[in-house]
């Protein structure tokens, strides 16, 4: 069966199609808010109709708040330039032209010239100021006419993407400008090697703010959808692999299905929203909710370019699921085209199992109850950078995700040996955590027997959580320094946003202990008082 599937849905994946809509998207400096992204949405409708398809624009008010997530406002950037001298010499300049991420994102305008300076502990101001880490915290603490912002943690020659995404409460007499990590390091020489050294930074950013509302692209075949697919359009131009890459494989998803043969037709609907502020309104947008949820984040690199592993991100393990069995079914079918020496079918592109992570739309959809799963490339080499570019993609693989998609919706809707699917899967998983338990020494006794129930800890009624809970929040209301912190322990993110959350209103015991071992994750003392502080807050405060 499930080769029959692949024989008819593969004639109906182009990849001229896939490389047209490509070109479109990633044309668009798509910010969240900006005219830009709107452009965008508005021609992938156009392109859409023009295919047979039904498809209805979702206009979000810019500002205010939903549930626990700000709604950002309108934001447009027109130009840009930033260059550096010593003296009368340039020794390095940069225009929005050929580095679209070269202002974060919704920063106010301005312009000016003035003498740089390095943020140490004891001093962080002045006219021109270069810093690194949460860029909110930087615009909200520093003095400065113009923060500029480094990531060690990006490519180096590249700009990276940074947002500030404030409201406009919110604007300051201050400009935030992007530079690469290679470039700070080389100013950061310059200082150390000569203090008396002057460098000069002029700048100028016309960027403007606006009334303008959010467009969201809902295209449906049924009143009842069996999968609903996901994928957020938004991010700066180019934003290849992130997320055109997504964007791009749900389309070529929406059109097989329409051409598709009556027998293998899925009742589905497709959604292009801004990530999370889009997605938190699909709910009333939706005339029933989906069976299902395959939500698509970058997918369809080059490996070998990007340096990622195809992820198949499956819920929290509280959770039942019988989509995450159907998408890694579907991936291992479709992703295993290499042979051993003796003819045994092997993976020929990385992919794997990989349990739930927060930071994409599959975490809105989780919070209501409904049964998601994400497919995602982690990591990416040129990850929120300018050098997120068409080059980083495979159309083949584009075109295989876009595949295994497209099995995993079908053999969901007709139940494909759902039952020996599922049990195969839960076997597959305790396995995965044996092995993985024998590495980092962490064993998951809690997780196995999780595994092996027939029902989940949350019950059949979910109790929703309108939305995840946003770091932004967070950040309001908790102790800054114990906030930074916070975002360099690895998985606290996930654990508080939703996890922690979705559990607690549904009654789920032992939290904390279920999140390591699901997570494979070895907190230390102190992390572990600084997330147990953390989650405090928002219990006591948040979902009081």
């Known amino acids: 069966m499930i080769h029959e599937l692949v024989s008819k849905y593969r004639e109906n994946l182009h990849a001229s199609m896939a490389r047209d809509l490509l070109n479109i998207i990633t044309r668009y400096h798509r910010i969240q808010g900006s005219r830009e992204l709107n452009i965008a949405i508005q021609e992938l409708r156009e392109i859409l109709n ?42 390095e300049k940069f225009d929005s032209k050929d580095y679209p991420t070269l202002v974060a994102a919704h920063s106010p305008p301005g312009e000016g010239c003035g003498e740089l300076s390095i943020c140490t502990n004891e001093k962080c101001e002045g006219d021109v100021v270069l810093a690194k880490g949460y860029v909110y915290d930087l615009y909200k603490t520093i003095d400065a006419k113009l923060i500029l912002v480094y990531d060690p943690k990006r490519f180096m020659d590249a700009v990276p993407y940074t947002g500030l995404f404030i409201s406009k409460n919110e604007v300051l007499d201050k400009v935030v400008m992007n530079i690469p990590f290679i470039t700070a390091l080389r100013l950061q020489s ?51 692999h992130d997320n055109a890459s997504g964007s791009v494989a749900n389309a070529l998803i929406a059109f097989a299905i329409a051409n598709s043969k009556n027998q293998d037709y ?51 393990l509280f959770m039942d699921s019988t989509i995450a069995a159907y998408a890694y079914l579907s991936v291992k079918y479709v992703m295993d085209t290499a042979s051993s020496f003796g003819g045994f079918k092997l993976p020929g592109t990385r992919y794997s199992v990989s349990p739930y992570t927060a930071g994409s ?50 053999l969901h809707h007709q139940r494909f040996k759902a039952e020996q699917v599922r049990a195969r899967f839960k076997e597959y998983l305790k396995a995965w955590y044996g092995i993985e338990s ?31 809970i946003s770091l932004r929040l967070l950040y309001k209301v908790m102790d800054r320094d114990m906030f930074l912190r916070l975002r360099e322990i690895r998985g606290a993110s996930t654990y508080l946003s939703l996890y922690a959350p979705l559990g607690y209103i549904n009654g789920v015991e032992n939290l904390m202990e279920l999140f390591r071992q699901e997570n494979l994750i070895a907190w230390t003392k102190n992390e572990e008082i600084i997330i147990n502080n953390a989650w405090s807050i928002i219990k006591n405060e948040i979902l009081k």
């Not at 840009?80 to 003296?87: N, R, S, W």
């Not at 997780?447 to 019950?459: F, K, N, V």
Request: glycine share 8%.
């Open 190 to 240: 310059m200082l150390i090697e000569n203090p008396t050294r002057k460098i000069t930074v002029c700048w100028k950013v016309d960027s403007e703010y606006s009334e303008e509302e959010i467009l969201a692209l809902l295209a449906c075949n049924a009143d009842e959808p069996t999968v609903l697919y996901t994928s957020h359009i938004c991010h700066p131009k180019p934003g290849a």
């Open 266 to 316: 899925i009742p589905s609907c497709h959604a292009w929203i801004p990530e999370y502020t889009g997605t938190i309104f699909l709910k009333n947008a939706l005339k029933n909710p989906p069976k299902a949820v395959i939500n698509l984040d970058m997918v369809g690199s080059n490996q070998g370019v990007t340096g990622s592993t195809l992820n198949v991100v499956i819920p929290p």
């Open 361 to 410: 739309d599959h975490d809105v959809t989780i919070g209501w109850g409904w049964d998601s799963v994400m497919y995602n490339e982690w990591p990416s080499k040129y990850y929120h950078t300018s050098m997120d570019a068409l080059s980083t993609l495979s159309i083949t693989s584009l075109i295989q995700i876009s595949l295994a998609s497209l099995i995993a919706g079908s």
């Open 50 to 91: 023009g295919m047979g398809l039904s498809t209805k624009l979702l206009k979000i008010t810019p500002g205010g708040v939903k549930g626990y997530m700000e709604i950002p406002a309108g934001w447009n950037l027109k130009k840009a330039y930033l260059e550096f001298k010593v003296g009368s010499t340039i020794i």
């Open 438 to 468: 024998l590495k980092t020494g962490i064993s998951p006794t809690l997780i196995s027997s999780l595994i092996e129930t027939d029902r989940p800890l949350i019950p059949e009624k979910v109790k929703e959580l309108e939305t995840p």
